[in-house]
């Protein structure tokens, strides 16, 4: 069982930046792929970014690619987004997900989910 733990969202003006963290329970973390999802209001939840466990390959949805970047560190359990240039229709809740597997961008192949933090970006 893996607990997730989303931090870091917020309020923000167009062109700034958030870094998002997501701590995760359990001593195989560094074998879970992760990744962040987000769902807007009246919108499906969508894929942004995932990472694999060992080999740190990453992978980018192309509406964030450029300007978001997802990193891990192992020894502390945790997985992070760092946004940059963020506009306003990156407002939404971000979501941190797990499954002990490869990366995927389906919804529904992850596992493990947190319960999100709202980013919001002003225009």
């Known amino acids: 069982q893996v607990q997730l733990v989303e931090s870091g969202g917020g309020l923000v003006q167009a062109g700034g930046s958030l870094r998002l963290s997501c701590a995760a329970s359990g001593r195989t973390f560094s074998a879970y792929a992760m990744a962040w999802f987000r769902q807007a209001p009246g919108k499906e939840r969508e894929f942004v970014a995932a990472?694999?466990?060992?080999?740190?390959?990453?992978f980018y949805a192309d509406s964030v690619k450029g300007r978001f970047t997802i990193s891990r560190d192992n020894a502390n359990n945790t997985v992070y987004l760092q946004m940059n240039a963020l506009k306003p229709e990156d407002t939404a809740i971000y979501v941190c997900?797990?499954?002990?597997?490869?990366?995927?961008?389906?919804?529904?192949?992850?596992?493990?989910w947190g319960q999100g933090t709202q980013v919001t970006v002003s225009s």
């Open positions: 990472i694999r466990g060992r080999s740190g390959t990453t």
């Open positions: 997900a797990a499954r002990p597997a490869g990366i995927t961008t389906v919804v529904n192949g992850y596992d493990y």
